[in-house]
DNA sequence: ATGAAAGCGCTAACAC
DNA sequence: GTGTTAGCGCTTTCAT
């Protein structure tokens, strides 16, 4: 059996109450009498119960957190800006893998709200109208993290993707690019698909024509990258330049053309996106879109503490700033 | 105020125990009665509160997973294996950083046990008697993933460090090289002490000296091996290869090597560990040591979910193999 | 400043 | 097969 409460209580020869003031850093407890709880609790070796405290106080001081995969460089970046956060505000964290998959995304959040998590960062993919609707039914706050959900009902950080892909694409068009690629994530994702937006956007302003040709879908993947340039390769008009919509596949892209003879920034420039560590671990460097993954992350979780304390939140959906880091795969 | 069991129990016209019995899976429920409490618990969305089962129990069907930094690729990795296996298993798991620094590490042990966890998984570098002495208290089991406790007094999954770089630095060696730089993480980590006395026991074998000039330590970063490979080049005798103690290090070795007109595998070659992903992603591809990362993490999960069960383990001590993907940063 | 006592929502004997 | 009844270890009024 652990020691609890209550045989601090008797050692100590004051009630339970007493031992639950100087525990919980209650100013109404006379020093003395905290000084000689304090030691019985040290001779005891006690170490108060979080999951009975979690009963009676209906707070637990931990946090879910629905990812789509850990092992992911990006990912795991926001990840740690979740967790830094939290543990800065005392709070622990559930972390679970979703895979991008709806029932285990859906199964997740029931699990975590069992486990009875004082709020959840949730990032995902594709928020339909049922993760919604299980958002607004969640008795405690969620925050979604660089995930997007279109109609703007749940609380969540992100950066603009939409104008990203613009500026990096319209990068591309400054140097003289006419023919840029672009190399996108899974359609189905809303995110990618804001930055086909921007992408299109950007050939608009100048006006240039929009070629179903140049896109090229792939999984994120390194190795998809490497596909996306053989698609390229056979083209008969080939692109300048292309436009990846992760670091992963940039690299993927200029691996391939390199093996194809190709050299980059001369011959093909690109451009990628999110800056994560990959991106200064190629030659020639990548220029690339700076997404500040663990902020994101940092304050998603600084603002779902804020829900969590109730206090007055003025702005619900917040948009990070981007910018582009120039490096050497662009001229 | 949430939907209780007592008020399911009421909808029901059952008791308490039984509704308890059918959200646990309890056989001894007439079917008919099963059917009822099943309606009464859709009608009213109840759904368990596991903190107060949790309390009731003894068991949250929690562990706690202490991990150096989630946002590295290599822990990030273990991180996953050790997930998936506790969601099949239905535990959840709690994860928190701690940087491998120590007062984190065991401030975390104890925040975990105070909430309960049924277990422990830790990932970290030097296991202190101090720490030893805090897990052999511990009320719930432990157990250590790509950590080494030099006694062997606590569980753990490893590969043999020692024989790792036993291996990689003979295949070096085979190639004909005379002279082999080790560029190696952070000396007080007992894993690249093993490591280091692998690449010794490695040369003595074939009768060739040991020079400390060829040992440059590094901190696992990419940066760090870009200026291990600037201290090799200035060398009065350069080596003409380097065996590196984390992929990420290899890759910085390569670059900078190539920055100075270095060709790789011809003038210098290049063995890695761990192979992370990154072992592909860089020109030409990197030959490394397979450590499986994943599967320790599985594996130091299901050896913890045995403990957790008492049940039988006949080896505490578990040593994965590994082995040596041969790629082109070698000849 | 301190204590008494009633829960928090559930499980686990034990009885029937 | 089902119900009764103690707890699990803590917080939180409410008195004093």
Same mark, same amino acid.
């Given at each position: 059996?652990?020691?609890?409460?209550?045989?601090?209580?008797?050692?100590?020869?004051?009630?339970?109450?007493?031992?639950?003031?100087?525990?919980?850093?209650?100013?109404?407890?006379?020093?003395?009498?905290?000084?000689? +709880?304090?030691?019985?609790?040290?001779?005891? =070796?006690?170490?108060?119960?979080?999951?009975?405290? =979690?009963?009676?106080?209906?707070?637990?001081?931990?946090?879910?957190?629905?990812?789509?995969? #850990?092992?992911?460089?990006?990912?795991?970046?926001?990840?740690?800006?979740?967790?830094?956060?939290?543990? /800065?505000?005392?709070?622990?964290?559930?972390?679970?893998?979703?895979?991008?998959?709806?029932?285990?995304?859906?199964?997740?959040?029931?699990? /975590?709200?069992?486990?009875? +998590?004082?709020?959840?960062?949730? /990032?995902?993919?594709? *928020?339909?109208?049922?993760?919604?609707?299980?958002?607004?039914?969640?008795?405690?706050?969620?925050?979604?993290?660089?995930? #997007?959900?279109?109609?703007?009902?749940?609380?969540?950080?992100? *950066?603009?993707?939409?104008?990203?892909?613009?500026?990096?694409?319209?990068?591309?068009?400054?140097? =003289?690019?006419?023919?840029?690629?672009?190399?996108?994530?899974?359609?189905?994702?809303? #995110?990618?698909?804001?930055?086909?937006?921007?992408?299109?956007?950007?050939?608009?302003?100048?006006?240039?024509?929009?070629?179903?040709?140049?896109?090229?879908?792939?999984?994120?993947?390194?190795?998809?990258?490497?596909?996306?340039?053989?698609?390229?390769?056979?083209?008969?008009?080939?692109?300048?330049? +292309?436009?990846?919509?992760?670091?992963? /596949?940039?690299?993927?892209? #200029?691996?391939?053309?390199?093996?194809?003879?190709?050299?980059?920034?001369?011959?093909?420039?690109?451009?990628?996106?999110?800056?994560?560590?990959?991106?200064?671990?190629?030659?020639?460097?990548?220029?690339?879109?700076?997404?500040?993954?663990?902020?994101?992350?940092?304050?998603?979780?600084?603002?779902?503490?804020?829900?969590?304390?109730?206090?007055?939140?003025?702005?619900?959906?917040?948009?990070?700033?981007?910018? *582009?880091?120039?490096?050497?795969?662009?001229?």
């Amino acid at each position: 059996m652990n020691v609890t409460i209550y045989d601090v209580a008797r050692e100590a020869n004051v009630s339970m109450a007493t031992v639950s003031r100087v525990v919980n850093g209650n100013p109404n407890v006379k020093p003395s009498t905290r000084k000689k +709880v304090l030691e019985a609790i040290e001779r005891l =070796g006690y170490r108060p119960n979080a999951v009975a405290r =979690g009963l009676a106080s209906k707070k637990t001081t931990t946090v879910g957190v629905i990812i789509p995969d #850990i092992s992911s460089i990006f990912f795991a970046e926001l990840a740690r800006g979740i967790e830094d956060v939290a543990t /800065m505000y005392k709070y622990n964290i559930i972390l679970s893998n979703s895979d991008q998959n709806k029932e285990k995304e859906l199964h997740l959040l029931n699990t /975590m709200l069992a486990k009875q +998590v004082d709020g959840i960062v949730f /990032m995902g993919g594709n *928020i339909t109208e049922e993760h919604v609707n299980e958002f607004q039914k969640s008795p405690v706050p969620i925050v979604l993290a660089a995930t #997007i959900e279109p109609n703007n009902t749940i609380p969540s950080v992100n *950066i603009d993707y939409e104008q990203a892909a613009f500026d990096a694409v319209t990068y591309l068009l400054e140097k =003289g690019n006419k023919r840029i690629a672009y190399v996108t994530g899974p359609a189905d994702d809303p #995110i990618n698909q804001k930055k086909l937006a921007g992408y299109r956007r950007a050939l608009e302003t100048r006006g240039l024509p929009y070629d179903e040709a140049l896109i090229i879908e792939g999984d994120y993947s390194y190795d998809s990258g490497i596909e996306a340039y053989e698609k390229m390769a056979e083209l008969a008009e080939r692109p300048t330049a +292309v436009f990846a919509g992760t670091d992963e /596949m940039a690299l993927g892209v #200029i691996h391939s053309a390199q093996d194809h003879g190709i050299s980059i920034p001369e011959q093909l420039e690109v451009v990628g996106f999110d800056n994560t560590r990959l991106a200064t671990m190629v030659r020639p460097r990548l220029t690339t879109v700076v997404q500040p993954m663990y902020d994101i992350g940092a304050v998603a979780m600084r603002l779902l503490t804020k829900y969590m304390n109730k206090e007055n939140v003025e702005n619900h959906i917040v948009v990070l700033p981007h910018r *582009i880091e120039y490096r050497e795969s662009t001229k």
